[in-house]
């Protein structure tokens, strides 16, 4: 099949495009909701990614909208592990099942800031709540065992005494901070994951870990290699992280491993995967988040 089709005899579709559209109609569901118009989702979307000539967006056919749905289920059930999505009417509108209501507000609060970016997330508390997000499911990622540290949690600055603090919890030997910024709060790392492997603590597994809650994540600074060549000195070098709100394709991905220096990235798919749905004071947060913040205007 040609990469270009054909929809309703006048409109093509790259699949680039589709994938904008797919995106779209990901980051348009309220999963809160016990139902949703799919085909005006699907035409708003195609209208909203797509220059048309054609207005008539009423020409789409079913077989379309099934291709859409397909897609977007497919999203779900393979790659966030949600199996939530029935249709009804010839693909006209969707309803959502019992599910888990933990990653629902979740995903809300993921894909409201993939499409509207992260204004006012250090003000309203967005960008620290994303990084405990990002710590909780590294740490489940990880397995039994992990354990994760935020770093300059409530404002902390990072000094000599908060840097032999993490230096003491990882197991690993304080350096020095003599090239530490004035007033710095994490210097490029929010949180840091680890897992001891054995008894001995020596040499464990540790990830070291950006988030980014905003649609530019790809201004994000490469974690600063102060971290890892001068404040502590690591017995076996961390693995480097970057978590995004954004859903990433497998070129985007294969581009930001190399712009941010191999760092492992931890998308919207992989964040809502590995969640663990059983930090109860974490959940509640996230609910007063979506609750205060996203549906203040519905």
Not at 62 to 82: G, P, Q, S, T, W
Not at 172 to 186: I, M, R, S, V, Y
Not at 187 to 208: E, H, S, T
Not at 243 to 272: C, K, M, P, W
Request: hydrophobic share 35%; glycine share 6%.
């Amino acid at each position: 099949m040609s990469s270009i089709e054909s929809i309703s005899g006048n409109i093509f579709l790259t699949k680039n495009y589709l994938i904008k559209v797919i995106e779209y109609i990901d980051c348009n569901l309220n999963l809160i909701r016990s139902n949703i118009n799919f085909k005006d989702l699907v035409d708003e979307s195609v209208s909203s990614c797509i220059s048309i000539e054609n207005e008539n967006l009423d020409e789409y056919d079913v077989r379309y909208r099934e291709e859409c749905f397909n897609a977007i289920n497919n999203r779900f059930k393979k790659d966030y592990e949600l199996d939530i999505f029935s249709i009804e009417d010839g693909y006209t509108k969707l309803s959502i099942q019992d599910g888990e209501i933990e990653k629902k507000n979740l995903h809300k609060f993921l894909v409201y800031h993939s499409f509207n970016g992260g204004e006012n997330a250090k003000s309203n508390g967005a960008g620290s709540l994303f990084e405990r997000i990002s710590a909780n499911s590294v740490k489940n990622f990880l397995g039994k065992n992990s354990k994760y540290i935020l770093v300059g949690e409530d404002g902390r600055n990072l000094n000599k005494e908060a840097l032999e603090d993490y230096a003491k919890e990882l197991s690993e030997k304080f350096g020095h901070c003599n090239n530490l910024p004035t007033k710095a709060q994490d210097d490029g790392v929010d949180f840091i994951v680890y897992k001891p492997i054995d008894r001995r603590n020596v040499g464990n597994i540790i990830v070291l870990g950006q988030a980014c809650v905003g649609k530019n994540f790809k201004r994000k600074k490469q974690i600063h290699k102060r971290w890892l060549n001068e404040y502590i000195n690591f017995a076996i070098t961390p693995l480097c992280l970057l978590s995004t709100v954004q859903y990433l394709e497998n070129d985007d991905l294969r581009n930001i491993h190399s712009e941010f220096g191999s760092a492992i990235i931890f998308d919207r798919l992989r964040i809502i995967k590995y969640y663990n749905i059983e930090d109860e004071s974490l959940n509640e947060d996230i609910c007063n988040f979506v609750e205060n913040f996203i549906n203040i205007n519905e």
